[in-house]
Nanobody, 121 residues
Framework: QVQLVESGGGSVQAGGSLRLSCAAF????????MAWFRQIPGKEREGVAS???????VYADSVKGRFTVSQDNAKNTLYLQMNSLKPADTAMYYC???????????????WGQGTQVTVSS
């Protein structure tokens, strides 16, 4: 079983930055790809960025040029550097992982509990 623990969320003013982290525990050797999703109440969870162990990454159009996804395979940790934050980025951010490349779709089998990001204008 893979366990994912997110951290790094918080409150920031528009234009500011935050870095989210997601640590993987358990059978982390089985992970091929990891991703960040976000969700606001009443809306579907949407993919933000994903990355696989081969280094290939994918971004949602809404965050391209502002967010950067990276991973430290030695530490089994996923990161999301978020710059130029906007109030529209306010959401609960979730980490996901799987042995299959699901890109920004919601098919991932392993999910964290989420970390809240709030951007004020």
């Amino acid at each position: 079983q893979v366990q994912l623990v997110e951290s790094g969320g918080g409150s920031v003013q528009a234009g500011g930055s935050l870095r989210l982290s997601c640590a993987a525990f358990g059978y982390s050797y089985s992970i091929y790809c990891m991703a960040w999703f976000r969700q606001i109440p009443g809306k579907e969870r949407e993919g933000v960025a994903s990355i696989c162990t081969d280094g290939k990454s994918v971004y949602a159009d809404s965050v391209k040029g502002r967010f950067t996804v990276s991973q430290d395979n030695a530490k089994n940790t996923l990161y999301l550097q978020m710059n130029s934050l906007k109030p529209a980025d306010t959401a609960m951010y979730y980490c996901a992982a799987d042995a299959t490349n699901y890109g920004l779709t919601r098919w991932y089998n392993h999910w964290g509990q989420g970390t809240q990001v709030t951007v004020s204008s």
